[in-house]
């Protein structure tokens, strides 16, 4: 499995910007995936997850404001951030995985399979 993740970059607060997961050998349609987050000197996060097998979720620090969608033709996951705010600079990674708990889709621990990350920087 492999994904990559793409759309990073810098804008000023109140911006927006549209992260995007390519997956191969990686069915996502299926399963669940999910996006995470983390800043120096902080843990991993976890920021949304959509899939048949979790639903769809969000950390409430993004409720809405961010939107998760999946491009099942694609095999690819988006993450739509919108309003974004200095406290949501950090390295974002997406991350797949094939079975698990449905109220357990934003735990950085159920998931198999990650990105290299993309940085997002939101000045103020």
């Known amino acids: 499995v492999q994904l990559v993740e793409s759309g990073g970059g810098s804008v000023q607060a109140g911006g927006s910007l549209r992260l995007s997961c390519a997956a191969s050998g990686y069915t996502s349609s299926t399963g669940c995936m999910g996006w995470f987050r983390q800043s120096p000197g902080k843990e991993l996060e976890g920021v949304a997850a959509v899939g048949r097998q979790c639903g769809t979720n969000y950390a409430n620090s993004v409720k809405g404001r961010f939107t998760i969608s999946q491009d099942n033709a694609k095999n690819t996951l988006h993450l739509q951030m919108n309003d974004l705010k200095p406290e949501d600079t950090a390295m974002y990674y997406c991350?797949?995985?094939?079975?698990?708990?449905?109220?357990?889709?934003?735990?950085?621990?159920?998931?198999?399979?990650w990105g290299q990350g993309t940085q997002v920087t939101v000045s103020s």
């Open positions: 991350a797949a995985r094939r079975s698990g708990v449905w109220d357990d889709s934003l735990n950085s621990a159920s998931y198999n399979y």
